[in-house]
């Protein structure tokens, strides 16, 4: 059974618009909104908190009781693998936006850039705009340049690509692991000294290098304060200091890590659409491997680092992105929930739900856009002014809220309207042409 509702007219397949709503693989939306309303679970950290507070639960007070189970579970269950997903969609999406049969190559080509250049100024407006400094879309966007130049390879060799960015993020990952081992150890034997010690040249250089590796990671004492005056504060300084979170994010970070993390995952996509893996046609025996072999692996290195990462004090060499194990964790959680998506709409049940996750998929751009919206509104000091005010768990009734709104919204919207907002000025500026929007004008 493939989660389907269409298989392409000869009229559809030889233009180069948008594809529509009949022409949409269902599996694929279902599982872009799951992965969509997933982000939020750990984006909400950041949203709510100093953004220091994404990779370390000291920093909101989440290290203890209720509050560290949350942080826990959320880290082994989810950590990583819902943004995985996100991003391995993005790449299955080249080749369904390409795959217009009796079109011009030249004329795709022109389309497909044009579209990813506007991804990256989405991504500039919800970074600086919605002041959001955990934005993806400027690494989509700016990483879908390339990926263009992949479409043609077959699906092993995608995979390999991915494997062999895989292992060079596992390096890196490691690199930092270490290094933040040497420079938290070099710390703390200079903060053990007496009160009132001389400290030697070295000992003071190991103090900077400390205070330079937490300004790194948005976690300098001063940072935070800093971070806290200014999310509480109106949006005039909520935009200075998320501007200057975002140079950084989008430049050095970008070069650094972003653009091999989603370039990886963007081709391992590929790779999977090329195998028929998102569009629920493999054997249900196929999917149910997939998903006990996924939460198997990944469940296990996760509660590993997670448990150790609680056991270390919270030390700063067991951050998520400073574990050696940190992508094997997540691209095995990965697996087993799109195998369990794919499951779940090979055998047909929960239709409603699956249908209400398949609209938020589809209005995939609007809704992440929406929680940026929302969230600051909720938060920030020219909204409710709730940053920093909630409980680690607290914080999740709000994710709810969010989720039970989306997936209300996406369906009553989808009933009247061919595409979300942001779909529809997306598919406009693509087309150079202004799309039907209400449903009975298609």
């Not at 209720?66 to 269950?77: H, M, R, S």
């Not at 049969?101 to 080509?109: A, F, H, L, M, N």
Request: charged share 15%.
């Amino acid at each position: 059974m493939v989660d389907t509702t269409y298989s392409e007219t000869q009229e559809d397949a030889v233009t180069s618009g948008p594809v529509t709503g009949k022409q949409r693989i269902r599996s694929i939306d279902t599982l872009r909104g799951v992965a969509l309303l997933g982000i939020l679970l750990l984006n909400i950290i950041a949203f709510a908190n100093p953004f220091a507070a994404y990779f370390n639960p000291t920093v909101d007070g989440a290290d203890s009781g209720i509050n560290l189970a949350v942080a826990l579970t959320v880290d082994i269950w989810f950590e990583g693998a819902f943004r995985t997903i996100f991003s391995m969609l993005f790449g299955a999406g080249l080749l369904i936006f390409i795959a217009k049969p009796g079109v011009d190559e030249s004329v795709t080509r022109a389309l497909y850039y044009r579209r990813t250049w506007l991804l990256v100024c989405f991504g500039l407006f919800n970074a600086y705009i919605l002041v959001w400094a955990g934005d993806i879309l400027y690494a989509y966007g700016m990483t879908g340049l390339l990926l263009y130049f992949f479409r043609d390879f077959p699906a092993k060799r995608l995979a390999q690509f991915a494997a062999l960015i895989f292992l060079l993020l596992g390096l890196l990952h490691t690199g930092l692991h270490f290094s933040a081992s040497s420079l938290y150890g070099a710390y703390e034997e200079v903060a053990a000294l007496p009160e009132g010690t001389v400290l030697t040249e070295e000992q003071q250089q190991v103090l900077n290098n400390w205070d330079g590796f937490q300004q790194q990671q948005f976690s300098a004492p001063e940072q935070i304060a800093a971070e806290m005056d200014a999310r509480q504060g109106g949006y005039v300084s909520n935009f200075v200091v998320t501007a200057e979170n975002n140079i950084a994010l989008q430049t050095f970070v970008f070069l650094i890590n972003n653009l091999w993390d989603v370039g990886a995952m963007m081709l391992l996509g590929m790779a999977f659409m090329k195998w028929k893996i998102f569009d629920a046609s493999r054997s249900m025996s196929f999917y149910l491997k997939m998903t006990a072999f996924g939460f198997g692996v990944g469940l296990l290195v996760n509660t590993w680092e997670a448990v150790t990462f609680a056991s270390s004090g919270f030390a700063p060499q067991w951050v998520a992105t400073a574990r050696p194990t940190y992508d094997i964790g997540r691209l095995a959680m990965a697996m087993g929930y799109i195998g369990l998506v794919m499951t779940i709409c090979k055998l047909g049940v929960l239709s409603w739900l699956r249908h209400a996750l398949a609209c938020v998929g589809q209005m995939a751009l609007t809704n992440y856009l929406s929680q940026s919206l929302i969230c600051n509104v909720i938060f920030m000091g020219f909204g409710f002014g709730l940053f920093a005010q909630l409980e680690r768990l607290e914080i999740y009734y709000v994710v709810f809220g969010v989720w039970i709104f989306q997936l209300i919204f996406s369906v009553i919207w989808l009933k009247h309207y061919r595409f979300g907002p942001a779909e529809w000025l997306w598919r406009s500026l693509t087309y150079k042409k202004k799309q039907s929007l209400k449903l009975q004008d298609a």
